[in-house]
C-alpha cells in the first residue's frame, strides 16, 4: 500500500515569493493534517481536514496561509507571501478517520531565503 | 494532552535492546501512549501504541505501568538502522473531543552504535 506522499521534497524561495505544497493522503484515509516541523522541534498542527471539510485550523496563520482539500482526497498548502521565518519542514499526515493512528509523509523542506 | 518528559538522548550498542523512557505523570484514564520515530530527513513513522495493557508489534514493544505514569519503549535488537529521535506522545481517545492532533515533545535521539 501506497503511504502520503508529498511534492515537492525540496524548495527554494526568496521572501515575498509564493509557494504551494501539494499531499495525496493514503487510499480511503477521510482525515488530513498538515504539520510544520521547525529545526530541532516536534512537528505542530497547522490544520485538520475531515474530508472536504477543515475542522480545526486554529493554529494556521490566516494572514499568509490558506490550504484546500477539494473532492475530500488531495491537498495543497500555499504560503503566500513568504517570510524568512517560514523555513521549516511542512508534513502532511492522513489517518482513515480522526481517532485512528496517524501516518506520515517525507515532508517538504522549504527554505526562504 | 498530558506532558511527557523523555531524556534528550540516549546510546544502545547494536544487537541489543534499546530501552526508551517515557514520563506522564500526569496521564488522564482515556488517554492513549503513542510512539513515534522520526529519521533524519524523514516523516516521523509509527511505532506503536496502547492504553493499558503492554503491547507489542514487529518492531517494538511498549510497556506501561501498572499506575499509567510512565512507559518504557523497548527495541529488542536495535540496528544502525534504528537511529532516530523518538517521541512519547499522550493522546486523549475521544470521538467527541477535539484533541486529535499529536502534540509532540523534542523527543529521545538515539543513537545506535556499531
Known amino acids: 500500500e501506497a503511504g502520503v506522499v508529498q511534492s515537492p521534497r525540496y524548495k527554494i524561495i526568496e521572501k515575498k515569493q509564493p509557494v504551494a505544497f501539494w499531499c495525496n493522503p493514503i487510499?480511503?484515509?477521510?482525515?488530513l493534517y498538515w504539520y510544520r516541523q521547525n529545526l530541532g522541534q516536534g512537528p505542530e498542527l497547522l490544520i485538520r481536514y475531515e474530508n472536504e471539510e477543515a475542522v480545526d485550523d486554529s493554529q494556521l496563520p490566516k494572514d499568509r496561509f490558506s490550504a484546500e482539500r477539494l473532492k475530500g482526497v488531495d491537498s495543497t498548502l500555499k504560503i503566500q507571501p513568504a517570510e524568512l521565518g517560514d523555513s521549516a519542514v511542512y508534513l502532511c499526515?492522513?489517518?482513515?478517520?480522526?481517532?485512528?493512528?496517524?501516518?506520515f509523509g517525507p515532508g517538504t523542506r522549504l527554505t526562504v531565503l | 494532552d498530558a506532558k511527557t518528559t523523555q531524556p534528550t538522548s540516549m546510546d544502545c550498542a547494536e544487537g541489543r535492546a534499546a530501552n526508551l523512557p517515557c514520563n506522564h505523570s500526569t496521564i488522564s484514564g482515556n488517554e492513549y501512549v503513542y510512539w513515534y520515530r522520526q529519521i533524519h530527513s524523514q516523516g516521523p513513522q509509527y511505532i506503536i501504541h496502547g492504553l493499558k495493557n503492554n503491547e507489542t508489534n514487529e518492531m517494538a514493544s511498549l510497556i506501561i505501568t501498572e499506575d499509567r505514569k510512565s512507559s518504557t519503549l523497548i527495541l529488542p535488537h536495535a540496528t544502525l538502522r534504528d537511529t532516530a529521535v523518538y517521541y512519547c506522545?499522550?493522546?486523549?481517545?475521544?470521538?467527541?473531543?477535539?484533541?486529535?492532533?499529536?502534540?509532540f515533545g523534542k523527543g529521545t535521539l538515539l543513537t545506535v552504535n556499531p
Open positions: 499526515a492522513s489517518a482513515l478517520t480522526a481517532t485512528d493512528t496517524q501516518y
Open positions: 506522545i499522550v493522546r486523549v481517545w475521544s470521538s467527541g473531543g477535539s484533541n486529535y492532533k499529536l502534540t
Open positions: 487510499s480511503g484515509h477521510n482525515t
